[in-house]
């Protein structure tokens, strides 16, 4: 594979997650996992014990998730990119030393 | 998959626990002694670890009109093992827990059980699966990575049903939460296994050695070629 293919298939994930909100724009997206608990919920059921802190808000909730997925990324990034530039250098190198 | 905070009443959060804290106790194991042993592995160890913490951030919107979230285990569970994936996704689960109010502290047995030790072992068997029966890298990453996903959601529905089965019982119960969680997650579970191949992909080509040591590939020619100068 090379970085055209891996376009693609990005490219591909992009569609896959685009399409249903182009199909049914006016479906809710609620959270599956809020959901399941609004199924528990609806039976009468109490939850025994409360988070110990909750996200004041959902912008604070929405913060913290982007917050998540930014290390992540960060890290990811920083691999990508060094074990990038260890090749290219080598490379450098390899036909500095050919010549 | 998370399981909310104080939803699964005594004894269930127990139960939960006590399958799931021997396993990341083993995952801690085999995690010191793969970074003894191949020091150089550690980098691979955060980059899976960031691999869980992104995709587990994303919420993404599914044709069924709900949204839910992958886990990026599965592509873990191959690259560094199921026992250290265990380790990885506790410590995302605590810090949604605490965070987030996203899944809970009662619940994290249970949690770590779904995500953390069923849908990556049953990633790794795929894994394993895929390269006795020599299915091409990719099939089997992606096969890895999006069943790996799956699974987990469908051990949510049913620990949830174990716990609140309806009038039908439990399988009616176990149909009514997977249709909350498991149908919602096929999309993601694609994606999932389509981004997963992208990152393997890199791996093999940059880090194709360290794979190869840590028994994850093997490569091809290098150890049969370099041997035969010596033989001359």
Redesign the interface.
Known sequence: ?NTK??II??A??IA??A???I??PN???????????E??SG?G?T?????????PSGEI?SL???L??A??????GY??GY??GK?AKKEIKETETAQ | ???????L??PWWEIWFAIALPIVAYGVYRLSKVTKKIPEAK?LL??M???????????????T????HPTGAGLAAVVVGPGITSVLSII?LI????????G???TLGANTFSMGIVGPFVAYAIWIAAKKVRLPI?AGIFLAAAIGDLVT?VV?SAQ?ALV?PTAGGFFDAFL??GS??AV??I?LA??EG??A???F??LAK??GQLLSAMKVIKLPTPASTQKEPKQQ
């Not at chain 1, 479906?27 to 608990?37: H, I, K, L, T």
């Not at chain 1, 939850?47 to 996200?55: D, H, Q, V």
């Not at chain 1, 290390?71 to 990811?76: D, F, S």
């Not at chain 2, 691999?51 to 044709?63: C, E, G, N, R």
């Open positions: 594979m293919h891996y298939i990005i591909v994930v896959i997650f399409i249903p909100l199909i049914f479906a809710p997206y609620g959270g599956a996992d809020s959901a399941a608990e199924a528990i039976r059921y939850p025994w014990f409360t988070p110990l802190w909750e996200p909730e913290l998730f982007a998540q997925a290390i992540g990324a960060m890290i990811i691999f990508v074990e990038r090749r | 998959m998370h399981i909310m905070e104080g939803f009443p005594h980098p955060a980059l670890g960031a691999f869980i913490f992104v995709l587990s951030a994303l919420k993404l919107p599914s044709v009109g709900s949204s839910s995302v810090f949604q827990a605490l965070l987030l109010a996203h809970g502290l009662t990719a959601y949510t949830l609140f009514t939460f909350i969680f919602t997650q999309p694609i994606g389509l981004l191949v992208v990152l992909d890199f940059y880090k």
